[in-house]
């Protein structure tokens, strides 16, 4: 079975520009969720869709959107790009309920400049 | 809102020393997972935990769900080299996965 895919794997971006990042979860699972990690902050829970809504949202501004498409592939774009965040995102997928184990993909290394 | 802290947030051990990790969470959870994420990759499942008091082994790593359901442990016997990486736990509660803030463990031979 194959395992989460997460593209691109590398992106260097300038402040003001906007970014969009793709995750591709594990085949069957309906939930994906997005994380935000950066040295020293652990990981920071941006947002997490099931069946294309959005089921829950943590506390990031709103340059932070993101998408789920029917066939659970999902999206997340950052708009008007800060140093700041400068991070690796990763997605993680599952199942669709909130106890399942989460599998997560290798990230994208988001470099802003 | 739900949080669930980690102390240490970073351990350096000699290879063989023991290490534990704790996990405490701000509410009730209905159960808890733990993940490890080595140097440069990402988090890996590697435990959950339900019961209240359950205790699970995995070779020379145990896990501790507290009977309050409230904390968690992650004990290493004997550490080896290829233990290090950050140690994660992951909270359900009020239909979140909520995870902890992390231990970094170094391990020097």
């Known amino acids: 079975k194959a395992g989460v895919t997460q593209t691109p794997r590398y992106l260097i971006k300038t402040r003001g520009q906007q970014v969009t990042l793709s995750c591709s979860p594990i085949?069957?699972?309906?939930?994906v969720s997005w994380y935000q990690q950066t040295p020293g902050q652990g990981l920071q829970f941006l947002f997490e869709?099931?069946?294309?809504?959005?089921?829950n949202k943590g506390n990031f501004p709103g340059r932070f959107s993101g998408r789920q498409f029917s066939n659970s592939r999902s999206e997340m774009n950052v708009s008007t790009l800060e140093l700041g965040d400068s991070a690796l995102y990763l997605c993680?997928?599952?199942?669709?309920?909130?106890?399942?184990?989460?599998?997560f993909g290798p990230g994208t290394r988001l470099t802003v400049l | 809102g739900q949080q669930v802290m980690q102390i240490p947030q970073y351990q350096h051990v000699q290879e063989g020393e023991d290490f534990t990790t704790y996990c405490n969470s701000s509410t009730t959870l209905s159960n808890i997972q733990w993940y490890k994420q080595r140097p440069g990759g990402h988090p890996v499942f590697l435990i959950q935990?339900?019961?209240?008091?359950e205790v699970k082994k995995q070779k020379r790593l145990t896990f501790q769900f507290g009977e309050a359901k409230k904390n968690s442990s992650l004990h290493i016997t004997a550490t080896q080299t290829t233990d290090v990486g950050t140690y994660f736990c992951a909270g359900t509660g009020f239909q979140k996965l909520v995870f902890g803030t992390g231990t970094r463990l170094l391990v020097s031979p």
């Open positions: 869709y099931f069946s294309e809504t959005q089921r």
């Open positions: 935990l339900v019961k209240s008091g």
């Open positions: 993680a997928s599952s199942f669709g309920r909130v106890t399942d184990t989460q599998y």
């Open positions: 085949s069957g699972h309906r939930s």
